[in-house]
């Protein structure tokens, strides 16, 4: 083999995520899209002493087959804020938009950018904004309309004439996100060491248990540590040999 064709066949290498920031803001659709790919990440974050707030389009309500919406949005509403404090988070909040229906326009971008303003984070993380996972599967409209709107709002919050109205409520603009965090891609250019907060990723994931009992018959803990795990050393020759959590970054 040349040098040449070696060096094809290295992998690119992931670039450590940025370290100079003190608040994020994470924006998805529904409980458990956090602990699905990146809360690892955020037990690392929030053990450096970080400030990490959640914000969710939705309360999950339609995605339990066996259980009415009325009756499965409380529960994963528990299940979430109980999954997000294993991580060090404390905040959770709900926009409350209609799960499996969430419209990307106006209003999302309105609220979300009100989530912006509202807790100032130079860092914002969302999930997905694409058409597919990886080209090998169809992602759901919620994560599309809920990830580029979040891609959107980092724009829109800090521009007063773009919503005036969150003004008028006491929400200033703030155009101080440097960076908006894209989990779950396919295309990622930055990455964090998922060692220090695996178990505690694992452990997030597992709260959601109602949810995972009707997705798998496979024991819950099992299904939760060899889907994190799986997925954390899959990128570990992407990262100087570390199991990693991945973001594909948009710098502001």
Request: hydrophobic fraction near 40%; glycine fraction near 8%.
């Amino acid at each position: 083999m040349t040098d040449q064709q070696s060096s094809a066949a290295e992998p690119t290498q992931l670039t450590p995520m940025p370290e100079d920031w003190q608040r994020a803001l994470a924006v998805v659709a529904h409980p458990d899209d956090l602990e699905y790919g990146c809360a690892g990440a955020i037990a690392a974050w929030t053990d450096a002493g970080r400030e990490v707030v959640y914000v969710l389009a939705t309360r999950g309500e339609a995605g339990i087959d066996t259980l009415a919406p009325a009756e499965a949005a409380p529960l994963r509403e528990r299940e979430q804020r109980a999954s997000a404090a294993i991580v060090g988070v404390d905040t959770v909040e709900f926009l409350d938009h209609k799960d499996g229906v969430i419209e990307y326009g106006i209003a999302l971008r309105r609220d979300i950018a009100a989530a912006i303003r509202k807790h100032k984070p130079e860092l914002v993380i969302t999930l997905n904004h694409r058409d597919t996972w990886g080209g090998v599967a169809w992602n759901t409209p919620d994560h599309v309309a809920v990830g580029r709107a979040t891609l959107d709002a980092a724009s829109d919050a800090g521009n007063r004439w773009i919503f005036p109205e969150l003004s008028e409520q006491g929400l200033e603009p703030w155009d101080g996100v440097r960076w908006v965090a894209v989990a779950g891609t396919n295309a990622p250019t930055h990455a964090v060491d998922a060692t220090p907060g695996l178990e505690r990723a694992i452990q997030s994931l597992l709260e959601h248990r109602a949810y995972i009992e009707v997705l798998t018959d496979e024991d819950p803990e099992k299904y939760c540590r060899t889907f994190l795990t799986g997925f954390a050393e899959q990128l570990a020759p992407r990262f100087g040999g570390k199991p990693a959590v991945a973001f594909e970054v948009f710098s502001r």
